[in-house]
T-cell receptor, first 114, second 114 residues
């Protein structure tokens, strides 16, 4: 069955420290890959996406993600987090065939310690 | 540009009551979506509209109906609310109905059914 797993429900990071959020997917072929962020009380906003080509993708707000085909992973990273990065982060995959529906992970809530 | 707007922001209903959640987008997008977000489950697609005049069921359509009123507006109706429909509802839109298109989200409606 197609699925997206974000193994960490919560992650706590000190301000200025590096961050890595994990995302693994189960899918028959390489799908389109996305990371969205949801700030408190807001809708979701696209951080970055991977379609093909370079496996290291740059996004907004200083985030990047690396696609690893052998591990079926698309982990999100940031070298130095800011208090404003506190939010919930969602990984999603989208099939390349005619089925357009995105499959969403359950989300990882990022808590920033001062 | 307001993007995607949703009304109301909050709503409390009693079991059996009905209500309509409104959504509008000003980005001239063809496709629109309704999701529900429940803790630990990510987003689940309720209904979508590929283009004006068409609507289709998503993953969890039972208990809901939708209307694509025009290109801008896509409403979600609960005919007889149940406590299981307590959730946060998000409307989203995209240029077209393919999984690589970025989806733009509204701020959400937090619905409680007593």
């Amino acid at each position: 069955a197609q699925s997206v797993t974000q193994p960490d429900i919560h992650i706590t990071v000190s301000e200025g420290a590096s961050l890595e959020l994990r995302c693994n997917y189960s899918y028959g072929a390489t799908p389109y890959l996305f990371w969205y962020v949801q700030s408190p009380g807001q809708g979701l906003q696209l951080l970055l996406k991977y379609f093909s080509g370079d496996t290291l993708v740059q996004g907004i707000k200083g985030f990047e993600a690396e696609f690893k085909r052998s591990q079926s992973s698309f982990n999100l990273r940031k070298p130095s987090v800011h208090w404003s990065d506190a939010a919930e982060y969602f990984c999603a995959v989208g099939p390349m065939d005619s089925n357009y529906q995105l499959i969403w992970g359950a989300g990882t809530k990022l808590i920033i310690e001062p | 540009n307001a993007g995607v707007t949703q009304t109301p922001k909050f709503q409390v209903l009693k079991t059996g009551q009905s209500m309509t959640l409104q959504c509008a987008q000003d980005m001239n997008h063809n496709s629109m979506y309704w999701y529900r977000q429940d803790p630990g489950m990510g987003l689940r697609l309720i209904y979508y509209s590929a283009s004006e005049g068409t609507t289709d069921k998503g993953e969890v359509p039972n208990g809901y109906n939708v209307s694509r009123l025009n290109k801008r507006e896509f409403s979600l109706r609960l005919e007889s609310a149940a406590p299981s429909q307590t959730s946060v509802y998000f409307c989203a839109s995209s240029v077209g109905l393919t999984s690589y298109n970025e989806q733009f989200f509204g701020p959400g409606t937090r619905l409680t059914v007593l």
